[in-house]
């Protein structure tokens, strides 16, 4: 695969994003990508991307991560990724993503109207939770949504939420990497050239969305990430209606 200024811009660009809101490099990157190249090989590409620009980001703010939200989901994310590995053989998962958007959106709109708090969720909504991740990232590449509904419910200060998001897509993607490598997925050579390549943007785009955040304040952070969730809501269903429909 060639690498042209078009993947380097996107590429930059979804992970300067991920370093100013914490989440939404994939929902910017799998889509514009996908024009250029496979899905097939954009899916697996960003998820390796995903960790390193996770961890980097995760050490940036490292003292702010919410270190218990991730351990109790563990369980429900993995039987969440193996269905989604069988559920790819079947379908696509276009209405699964429908509903997925709209439920995104909901969440977003709710925390740009200040309803939004934190609150204790039962261990049903959490092994649902954990199970809706591992099957969208697996399938789709892009549980970053679903991660940010759930800690979003989870925690108030959007500053932490910010901090704990890439903690999360570091053991999503990993898990999710996990089964697509059983599966031969990451057994093209050319995709580990184009990793290689487009990496250095990546967390350049990281470094620079990290900078950005700390000169703002909560107040502008906390719309900002709200926001960009329903943005990403609207992407999601964008995505399913046209799959429903072409």
């Keep these: 695969m060639d690498i042209s200024l078009y993947s380097v811009a996107v590429i930059f660009a979804g992970y300067f994003v991920l370093g100013t809101a914490g989440f939404g490099s994939a929902l910017i990157i799998v889509p514009l990508l996908a024009w250029h190249w496979p899905l097939a090989f954009v899916v697996p590409l960003v998820l390796l991307i995903d960790v390193p620009a996770a961890v980097l980001h995760t050490g940036l703010n490292f003292k702010q991560v919410m270190w ?130 487009l990496m250095p943007f990546a967390l350049l785009g990281v470094g620079l969305g990290h900078w950005v955040s700390k000169r703002i304040s909560a107040a502008v952070l906390r719309p900002f990430i709200y926001g960009f969730l329903c943005l990403s809501g609207f992407v999601l269903c964008a995505r399913a209606l046209r799959g429903l429909y072409s």
């Design 68 to 197: 218990r939200e991730l351990p109790p989901l563990l369980p429900s994310v993995v039987v969440g990724a193996l269905a989604g590995i069988g559920l790819i053989r079947w379908t696509q998962g276009e209405w699964l993503l429908l509903i997925l958007g709209g439920y995104v959106i909901f969440i977003g709109w709710k925390g740009l109207s200040g309803a939004a708090t934190a609150v204790r969720v039962s261990s049903s909504g959490l092994h649902f939770a954990g199970f809706a991740m591992g099957l969208v990232e697996t399938m789709f590449g892009t549980a970053g949504p679903v991660v940010m509904s759930w800690l979003s419910q989870r925690v108030a200060d959007p500053f932490l939420i910010r901090a704990t998001m890439p903690m999360t897509i570091i053991g999503l993607s990993s898990i999710a990497l996990g089964m697509v490598g059983a599966t031969g997925g990451l057994a093209e050579v050319a995709l580990w050239t184009a990793l290689a390549s």
